[in-house]
C-alpha cells in the first residue's frame, strides 16, 4: 500500500458529461501529481501541484482542471468528456517539489461510452 | 525533443533465465533515472533511484546500472512473480522539474 488513496476506482459515463476524480496524499507529502495512462501512450503528465499551488504543467487539456485543496488532497475535473479520454488516471504524491521517488495510487478506470 | 526509449516492449523469460531491460534516453538537464515496477491494474511502483554514470543499486534479484546514455534492469534468475511491466523515468531540470517515463517493458516470467 502506498498511503496514497484515489476515488473512485471505476467510473463509467457518456460523452460530453463531467467527471471529478479525487485523490488524498501520503501523510507528510506536499505535492501530488497527476497522470493518465493510456495503452498507446503510456504514463503521461498532466500537472502538479505543491502545497496548493500549481507547480508544472504537462500534457493536459483545456477541458481538464484540478486544484489541490488546504488539507492537501486533490481533485481532477474532467468535462466535455470523449471517447479518447478512456484512460486509467494515477495520482502520484511526493514530499517535496523535486517529484523524485513518486508514490501511485491504484488509479481510477474511465471509460467514457 | 526529449525521448526515453525502452526496450524489448516484451519479453518472456523461463524461471531462472537472467536477462537485461534497457532504457535509453536523450535528454537535457537529467538530474535522475527512475526505475518502477507495474502491476495490472496497479499503479507504478518506486524500486530505484540513480544520479550519475557508473552508479549501481540491488534489490533482491534486480540490479539497475547507470551510464551516460542508458541504463539497464539486470533481472538475475527471475521468478513466476517478478512478472510485471518495468517502467523506466528520467527527472529533468530545465526551468522546473519533470518527469517522462518510457513506455516500459512487459516481462514474462514462465514456471
Known amino acids: 500500500d502506498s498511503g496514497v488513496t484515489q476515488t473512485p476506482k471505476h467510473l463509467i459515463t457518456a460523452t460530453g458529461q463531467r467527471v471529478t476524480l479525487r485523490c488524498s496524499p501520503r501523510?507528510?507529502?506536499?505535492?501530488v501529481y497527476w497522470y493518465q495512462q493510456s495503452l498507446d501512450q503510456g504514463l503521461q503528465f498532466l500537472i502538479q501541484?505543491?502545497?496548493?499551488?500549481?507547480?508544472a504543467k504537462g500534457n493536459i487539456l483545456e477541458r481538464f482542471s484540478a486544484q489541490q485543496f488546504p488539507d492537501l488532497h486533490s481533485e481532477l475535473n474532467l468535462s466535455s468528456l470523449e471517447l479518447g479520454d478512456s484512460a486509467l488516471y494515477f495520482c502520484?504524491?511526493?514530499?517535496?517539489?523535486?517529484?523524485?521517488?513518486?508514490?501511485f495510487g491504484s488509479g481510477t478506470q474511465l471509460s467514457v461510452l | 525533443e526529449d525521448q526515453v526509449t525502452q526496450s524489448p516492449e516484451a519479453l518472456r523469460l523461463q524461471e531462472g533465465e537472467s536477462s537485461s531491460l534497457n532504457c535509453s534516453y536523450t535528454?537535457?538537464?537529467?538530474?535522475?533515472l527512475f526505475w518502477y515496477r507495474q502491476d495490472p491494474g496497479k499503479g507504478p511502483e518506486f524500486l530505484f533511484t540513480?544520479?550519475?554514470a557508473g552508479e549501481e543499486k540491488e534489490k533482491e534479484r534486480l540490479k539497475a546500472t547507470l551510464t551516460k546514455k542508458e541504463s539497464f534492469l539486470h533481472i538475475t534468475a527471475p521468478k513466476p512473480e517478478d512478472s510485471a511491466t518495468y517502467l523506466c523515468?528520467?527527472?529533468?531540470?530545465?526551468?522546473?522539474?519533470?518527469?517522462?517515463f518510457g513506455a516500459g517493458t512487459r516481462l514474462f516470467v514462465k514456471a
Open positions: 502520484a504524491s511526493s514530499v517535496g517539489t523535486r517529484d523524485e521517488k513518486l508514490f
Open positions: 501523510s507528510g507529502d506536499l505535492s
Open positions: 501541484y505543491y502545497n496548493g499551488e500549481e507547480r
Open positions: 535528454v537535457s538537464g537529467l538530474r535522475g
Open positions: 540513480l544520479y550519475s
Open positions: 523515468a528520467v527527472l529533468l531540470h530545465t526551468g522546473g522539474f519533470k518527469t517522462i
